[in-house]
Antibody
Framework: QVQLQQWGAGLLKPSETLSLTCAVS????????WSWIRQPPGKGLELIGQ??????????YYNPSLKGRVTISLDTSKKRFSLTLRSVTAADTAVYYC???????????????WGQGNLVIVSS | SYGLTQPLSVSVALGQTAIVSCEGN??????VNWYQQKPGQAPVLALF???IRPSGIPERLSGSKSGNTATLTITSAQDGDEADYFC?????????FGGGTKVTV
């Protein structure tokens, strides 16, 4: 049973950089997209981005609304992936989740495993 | 960008049936996944490819699709079904979520 364990700083000031890491255990790191999703307080889910599939061609996808501030990186040797979000503002305050995105059939990909979530607050 | 529309809330009496809808353009051509999120917890995949339950998801949760509307049905709703439910599809090489529906039992 795959498990995702995430960690990172929970309180940031405006203009700082958000950094979160997610470790994968109990399952393969290859053949999946590794994703970050956030949820502002009391609101819905927003996909931040997903990595390219390991051992397959294809690049990462980032939500255009984040305007080039985001990077998702992979460390295959440690089975970890990370989120970097630069120049944060109060609008970036949210619970951040890491998740595994798995193939579930033609034109079907589902987030089938999730980390526990980290509340990140941006405040001066 | 692609959009999915869900009702903000659905109320259901204990033991009765709740229906949560998810509407989207050309949804009939897409596979729909559903997530259940209980208060203070991470979302859990509840249904994938429209109507398939992962292991551990109770049989009283079921899914269907007709035209541009997908539906999650909770039969004989229990207190433990009180949660937010999100639909999701794969579009333009990424995942797209609906806004979520709060189900109150």
């Amino acid at each position: 049973q795959v498990q995702l364990q995430q960690w990172g700083a929970g309180l940031l000031k405006p203009s700082e950089t958000l950094s979160l890491t997610c470790a994968v255990s109990g399952g393969s790191f290859s053949g999946f997209f590794w994703s970050w999703i956030r949820q502002p307080p009391g609101k819905g889910l927003e996909l931040i981005g997903q990595s390219g599939q390991i051992n397959h061609s294809g690049s990462a996808y980032y939500n255009p609304s984040l305007k080039g501030r985001v990077t998702i990186s992979l460390d295959t040797s440690k089975k970890r992936f990370s989120l970097t979000l630069r120049s944060v503002t109060a609008a970036d305050t949210a619970v951040y989740y890491c998740a595994r995105l798995s193939y579930c059939g033609e034109d079907c990909y589902a987030f089938d495993s999730w980390g526990q979530g980290n509340l990140v607050i941006v405040s001066s | 960008s692609y959009g999915l529309t869900q009702p903000l809330s659905v109320s259901v009496a204990l033991g009765q049936t709740a229906i949560v809808s998810c509407e989207g353009n050309n949804l009939g051509t897409k596979n729909v996944n559903w997530y259940q999120q209980k208060p203070g917890q991470a979302p859990v995949l509840a249904l994938f490819r429209n109507d398939i339950r992962p292991s551990g998801i109770p049989e009283r949760l079921s899914g269907s699709k007709s035209g541009n509307t997908a539906t999650l049905t909770i039969t004989s709703a229990q207190d433990g079904d009180e949660a937010d439910y999100f639909c999701q599809v794969w579009d333009s090489s990424t995942g797209v979520f609906g806004g979520g529906t709060k189900v109150t039992v």
